[in-house]
């Protein structure tokens, strides 16, 4: 680029490769609109580095607010480098519309990332305040995809590909083990160009029903090849949503490729057979190693003749528990208000019964309460966990064997914001370098809990709530942790410890509903049972 042709790259002037109207429906290229450049200069502070490959000399280019303030020869590389600082510097009530600093970063590096996993043959690298977070060197997709999220997620990649007269597929889906319930990394594009569609995310998210539990998803790279005449790319303003022309078909062929990657690459135990070479395990003998064990039975037992030993013994646990059940009670609402919490957990019966281990039901005043016994818990843990961030008073436990956990570059920054925060509910983590880190301590009572899974769902969390609200950090932080460490379903308790979970209940700011806004638990009243036994 000539230093003429510098200077006219920052004027505003109109570009268009559109010749006819059918052009408009096979575009080939992302466009670039003439005013951008000009725009940028505008409000910031721009330094052009650009050679052309037939010069020897290439062209320094220095922008302000809009008007060049200097220009001069310089040895630079063939291509062009562009430097933009101190953006709306000279437009402040524009800059106080800016979000925080590791906000903006994180938007950056997503861009970044979208445009570097479609052009892996080009090197790539990204500085914040002179400190590297990417340094991509040429190479194939799925070298790619490791250099931006990991060595870890490389273990977890299937390939997918399919070849066929209405488009071609290509790239990558998760394996079921690597899903997560957030912070998945889905990317779809098409024509080297990031797309977001629904309709194809559930092509994919339905070839892994009943591999992966419900609420998660797996991550996935794919890269579609279509004829541009078939695709729309106008019908969204920033042209990330695509409408394809023969979309049901292609959601098909999609669904397929991904089910054959499944079945063809992903890993099944096998039976092996060949015992060349193993330790002889010697022959079990009953007679050296054990004695039999001798049967006791009553040889006068006859099933048709009633005695004492087969009568039925009522339970009297339950006649305890429906002794409160008294007829003709006041009608009270499923959920009741504040004001009756405290008559309610006087009245409750001291019995409880645990219904399929996901249910706890106890008889009260107006009739059957029925606790949900996990979001009983998580709205508990919740509640606890907020107090010990806001005293930082959180009791920390040292793991025998540390785990490592890796995060991606866009992560680590979310993390090392929300770091204060997580010392306070007693994680330690320790710095290894290349974004990871050793899990040294970890909140008492997480005994057995996926501790890699855990960090990275906290750290999604965050980065969705943003890393600038304090309240909305520690409710996402706590929200987080009381979902991993409650009781799980289906986990059988006694009558103590289901007895000590409505107290802990009860002894919260909100009993009805957990803190994502779920119905912790219900009434059924003493007319309703009534009504169905009638």
Partial sequence: M????????????????????????????????????????????????????EDEIGTHLSVKA??????????????????????????PARRKFLKSNSTELNNIILAFEKIALVYPQISFALYNNGVEVFNLRPGN??????????????QDLLP????????????FVGKPEASRKKGSH?????????????????????AFERLVPVGEQVPYFIYFDVNPEDIDVNIHPTKTEIKFENEQA????????????????????????????????PVFSPSSYATPPKVDYNTQYNPFKETPANKTVPNQDWDL????????????????PDSNEGNMIEDKSPIHYQYKG?????????????????????????????????SKSGESQKVLFPEVVQFSPSEIIVLKKIMPEMESLGFELTDLGSNSYAVNAIPAGLDGINMVSLLQEMVSNANEKGTSLRDEIDHSLAMSLARSAAIPRGQVLSNVEMENLVNQLFACSNVNYTPDGKTILAILRQQEIEHLLA
């Fill in 2 to 53: 000539s230093e003429t042709d510098a200077r006219l790259a920052f004027e505003r002037h109109a570009t268009s490769k559109i010749r006819n109207a059918d052009d408009l429906f096979a575009l080939h290229t992302m466009g670039f609109r003439g005013e951008a450049l000009a725009s940028i200069a505008a409000v910031a502070q721009v330094e052009l580095r650009t050679r052309a490959e």
């Fill in 66 to 91: 809009g008007r060049v303030v200097g220009h001069e020869p310089v040895s630079c590389p063939v291509g062009s480098n562009f430097s933009v600082e101190n953006l709306f510097y000279n437009v």
């Fill in 141 to 154: 997709i799925r070298q790619r995809i490791v250099d931006i999220f990991g060595k870890k997620v490389s």
């Fill in 160 to 171: 997918v590909s399919v070849d066929t007269s209405m488009c071609r597929i290509s790239g």
């Fill in 186 to 206: 889905q990317y779809f594009f098409v024509n080297g160009r990031y797309m977001r569609h629904s309709y194809f995310h559930k092509a994919v998210q339905n």
């Fill in 250 to 281: 292609i959601w098909q062929i999609l669904a397929a490729a991904v089910k054959e990657a499944i079945g063809t690459f992903n890993d099944i135990p096998a039976i092996d057979f060949d015992t060349k070479g193993r330790p002889e395990i």
């Fill in 321 to 336: 528990l429906f002794n409160s059940l008294k007829p003709g009670e006041e009608k009270e609402t499923a959920l009741f």
């Fill in 358 to 390: 996901m249910y706890i039901m106890t008889a009260v005043k107006s009739g059957l309460m029925i606790i949900d016994q996990y979001r009983a818990h998580v709205r508990i843990l919740y509640e606890g966990y907020l107090q010990q961030l806001e």
